[in-house]
């Protein structure tokens, strides 16, 4: 019997691509059952993982609560504190408020004021303006304080005139009077009916200019030639903060003044108490140390 060569060959094809695909059968499937083991293996380790999140979770939920509970308690200890230190004597004081190129962001300050005992009676705006206002203020008010004594006379003058008073000129007037006569200040209030204490509010526009860090030292200066005592008030958000500049000249301040701590601060200031107080780096305390004695 010949053998065709032909038929030879395919059959020994044939068995080939038997044994081939019945080897990639065999890998696929094996393949297959070892996916299913690594997806069981990969699914357990994230129920694993996320039951431990939840765990996580849950303690950090019961922190926050805590966290939230102490809150509350310091919260209700700082009002506490707050009502004694403005009810433990009236203030009875009557303020000036200048504000050096500041906008209406502190307007909630100033209508807090009544409940301290505290009467806004004049208020002093200071806008932005050319280098030639900046100058020509400045120029005012060392013209002010040479003059002193003739201006104390015009005063006296200006009370004969208006028959309100024969006696000699209260000096809680004289800062509200220079001011006053000041070119391109925006005096607003009851300019003759004396003050107790000045009110400094700045945003520190163009603090490092030369110009304008002139004005604000000759203004402190005018401020001090009446013996009338000021600090500095600013939020705790404030972007620039101008205590720097004023720390230096020796002015008292509070950097928090939109909290309760800040508006305590403020109130034993004008208790008497010096320095710098709030939050921020340039306070050295957050309130006096013995905040709740007056001195």
Same mark, same amino acid.
């Given at each position: 019997?010949?053998?065709?060569?032909?038929?030879?060959?395919?059959?020994?094809?044939?068995?080939?691509?038997?044994?081939?695909?019945?080897?990639?059968?065999?890998?696929?499937?094996?393949?297959?059952?070892?996916?299913?083991?690594?997806?069981?293996?990969?699914?357990?380790?994230?129920?694993?993982?996320?039951?431990?999140?939840?765990?996580?979770?849950?303690?950090?939920?019961?922190?926050?609560? #805590? $966290?939230?509970?102490?809150?509350?308690?310091?919260? @209700?200890?700082? &009002?506490?504190? %707050?009502?004694?230190?403005?009810? +433990?004597?009236?203030?009875?004081?009557?303020?000036?408020?200048?504000?050096?190129?500041?906008?209406?962001?502190?307007?909630?300050?100033?209508?807090?004021?009544?409940?301290?005992?505290?009467?806004?009676?004049?208020?002093?705006?200071?806008?932005?303006?050319?280098?030639?206002?900046?100058?020509?203020?400045?120029?005012?008010?060392?013209?002010?304080?040479?003059?002193?004594?003739?201006?104390?006379?015009?005063?006296?003058?200006?009370?004969?005139?208006?028959?309100?008073?024969?006696?000699?000129?209260?000096?809680?007037?004289?800062?509200?009077?220079?001011?006053?006569?000041?070119?391109?200040?925006?005096?607003?209030?009851?300019?003759?009916?004396?003050? #107790? $204490?000045?009110?400094?509010?700045?945003?520190?526009? @163009?603090?490092? &200019?030369?110009? %304008?860090?002139?004005?604000?030292? +000759?203004?402190?200066?005018?401020?001090?030639?009446?013996?009338?005592?000021?600090?500095?008030?600013?939020?705790?958000?404030?972007?620039?903060?101008?205590?720097?500049?004023?720390?230096?000249?020796?002015?008292?301040?509070?950097?928090?003044?939109?909290?309760?701590?800040?508006?305590?601060?403020?109130?034993?200031?004008?208790?008497?108490?010096?320095?710098?107080?709030?939050?921020?780096?340039?306070?050295?305390?957050?309130?006096?140390?013995?905040?709740?004695?007056?001195?």
């Amino acid at each position: 019997m010949v053998i065709n060569i032909k038929h030879f060959i395919i059959t020994i094809i044939a068995i080939f691509l038997s044994l081939g695909v019945g080897i990639f059968i065999g890998v696929v499937v094996d393949s297959q059952h070892l996916f299913n083991e690594q997806q069981k293996v990969l699914v357990a380790q994230i129920e694993e993982e996320f039951e431990g999140f939840k765990q996580r979770n849950y303690e950090l939920m019961n922190k926050l609560e #805590d $966290y939230k509970l102490e809150n509350n308690r310091h919260d @209700k200890f700082i &009002d506490t504190i %707050y009502k004694r230190v403005i009810n +433990e004597e009236p203030l009875d004081l009557r303020v000036m408020i200048i504000n050096m190129f500041a906008d209406n962001n502190y307007l909630e300050i100033t209508q807090d004021l009544g409940g301290m005992g505290v009467k806004k009676t004049v208020e002093v705006n200071i806008t932005e303006g050319g280098e030639e206002n900046i100058e020509d203020m400045v120029l005012a008010i060392k013209d002010i304080l040479e003059k002193g004594n003739q201006n104390e006379e015009e005063i006296t003058d200006y009370n004969m005139d208006k028959v309100i008073s024969k006696l000699p000129i209260n000096r809680d007037i004289l800062l509200p009077f220079y001011l006053n006569n000041i070119k391109y200040l925006d005096v607003k209030g009851e300019i003759y009916s004396g003050i #107790d $204490y000045v009110f400094l509010i700045d945003n520190g526009f @163009k603090i490092s &200019d030369k110009n %304008y860090g002139n004005l604000r030292k +000759e203004i402190i200066n005018l401020i001090r030639s009446t013996n009338m005592p000021v600090m500095i008030l600013e939020k705790s958000d404030t972007d620039s903060s101008s205590i720097p500049f004023y720390k230096e000249l020796g002015i008292s301040s509070v950097d928090n003044i939109d909290t309760k701590l800040g508006k305590m601060a403020m109130i034993m200031i004008l208790r008497g108490k010096e320095g710098h107080f709030g939050e921020k780096e340039t306070a050295e305390n957050l309130l006096p140390d013995d905040f709740l004695v007056a001195e």
